[in-house]
């Protein structure tokens, strides 16, 4: 699992994740490829329903093996709840 947030805090030096419910929800109709979404664990249910509905219309892969806290410290950042790795070729499951 270190190896994937790793691969996240890479893909954010290069400019290749978005952050936030609202952002990462338009990208999924707009982008050309499919984003991998990392949804916080501990989300709510309402941003957890819409991501996942989302994610399902447009088969596109979520992993929510991470919490909040996880998830913000690979990035840099603080209290993130979802993020998209725009670059699916960062992403290695183990």
């Given at each position: 699992m270190n190896k994937q947030l790793n691969a996240l805090g890479m893909a954010k030096k290069s400019g290749n994740i978005l952050t936030g419910e609202k952002r990462v929800l338009e990208s999924m109709k707009t982008l050309k490829t499919k984003p991998i979404i990392f949804?916080?664990?501990?989300?709510?249910?309402?941003?957890?329903?819409?991501?996942?509905?989302?994610?399902?219309?447009?088969?596109?892969?979520?992993?929510?093996?991470?919490?909040?806290?996880?998830?913000?410290?690979?990035?840099?950042?603080?209290?993130?709840k979802v993020v998209a790795l725009l670059e699916p070729s960062f992403y290695k499951s183990d």
């Open positions: 949804l916080a664990s501990d989300a709510g249910n309402n941003i957890k329903t819409k991501i996942q509905k989302k994610c399902h219309y447009y088969q596109i892969l979520v992993v929510d093996s991470f919490d909040t806290e996880q998830l913000s410290k690979a990035i840099g950042s603080t209290n993130k």
